[in-house]
């Protein structure tokens, strides 16, 4: 069978005695893992089969995939052939009727903003708050469906009369990361925390001395590393689902949790600024 068309647990069986003692540490887990596997990151795989990143990356690359994502894609659609509709959250079948189907639903909903309340560190909502309360301004950033995040969060904090704004474009996010000083912040949204572009973004504002305030699900992405702060959402996403229902609800919750701290700090400007909003918002209803 060509190697293009044979699934990726062929691959590894077919390649698994050609594999390093330590790459087959990396076969062996996948091979009991797939379902996890699916939905962990680069770093997460390695240190659970007790190997370094660089050993995963030769391995996907022995498997003739051009990169780890590559080689969770197709670990994804192997899964998805065995169960449900690999695309949708809440593990929904072809069998389940309207009823079944919203019930599940809810359940992956609610264990995304479960898994968030887990995952918050009061030190670290603190530490948040403390950046973007200081801040002159807060340019609220992200790429792809993270950019919808942004604009949310950008949009909550301004009803409180705060100075946040986002910024959708990716040439004009770097033209305005390029103009702010160690008297600004960014608030950034990113599930991976391991796409190319948000990287680069994070290390200019880094270098120039702006606070860093990131969202993410995986706490040990290449996009920590340049982060001052960092809080983690729940909810398990896989490669199929690309910005699944369940991971903005987690990351929704962070923001209103962020949100709440900020305003409590702020409570009368925050409120005569609500007043004043409302009042002028009046006038646009019958």
């Not at 949310?152 to 000083?181: P, R, W």
């Not at 896989?238 to 962020?258: C, E, H, K, N, Y």
Request: net charge negative; with cysteine; glycine share 6%.
């Amino acid at each position: 069978m060509p190697t293009n068309l044979r699934t990726v647990m062929e691959r590894i069986s077919a390649e698994y005695y050609h594999l390093t003692a330590a790459e087959r540490k990396v076969a062996d887990y996948v091979t009991d893992h797939q379902q996890d596997t699916q939905v962990m990151s680069i770093s997460d795989l390695a240190e659970a089969s007790g190997v370094a990143e660089a050993t995963v990356t030769r391995f996907c690359r022995k498997l003739d995939y051009k990169g780890y994502n590559a080689f969770k894609l197709a670990l994804a659609k192997n899964v998805a052939s065995r169960r449900g509709i690999p695309f949708l959250s809440g593990e929904i079948t072809p069998e389940d009727d309207i009823q079944e189907m919203c019930h599940k639903l809810y359940g992956a909903e609610v264990d995304a903003i479960s898994q968030t309340l887990t995952l918050v560190r009061p030190e670290n909502v603190a530490r948040a708050a403390d950046i973007l309360t200081q801040a002159d301004k807060v340019l609220c950033m992200g790429q792809g469906g993270s950019m919808i995040m942004a604009e949310e969060a950008a949009h909550i904090f301004s009803t409180g009369g705060m100075s946040f704004f986002a910024l959708s474009d990716s040439h004009t996010q770097i033209i305005y990361t390029t103009t702010l000083t160690e008297r600004d912040a960014i608030f950034f949204f990113s599930y991976s925390g391991a796409t190319r572009e948000a990287v680069e973004l994070l290390e200019l504002a880094h270098k120039r001395g702006v606070k860093i305030v990131l969202v993410t699900h995986f706490p040990k992405s290449p996009a920590c590393t340049y982060a001052n702060v960092v809080l983690q959402c729940g909810a398990n996403e896989g490669p199929l689902q690309l910005g699944s229902v369940p991971a903005r609800m987690a990351q929704l919750f962070l923001i209103d949790t962020l949100f709440a701290e900020v305003c409590r700090r702020k409570e009368g400007a925050v409120e005569q600024v609500r007043q004043d909003v409302a009042d002028a918002l009046a006038a646009k209803h019958f």
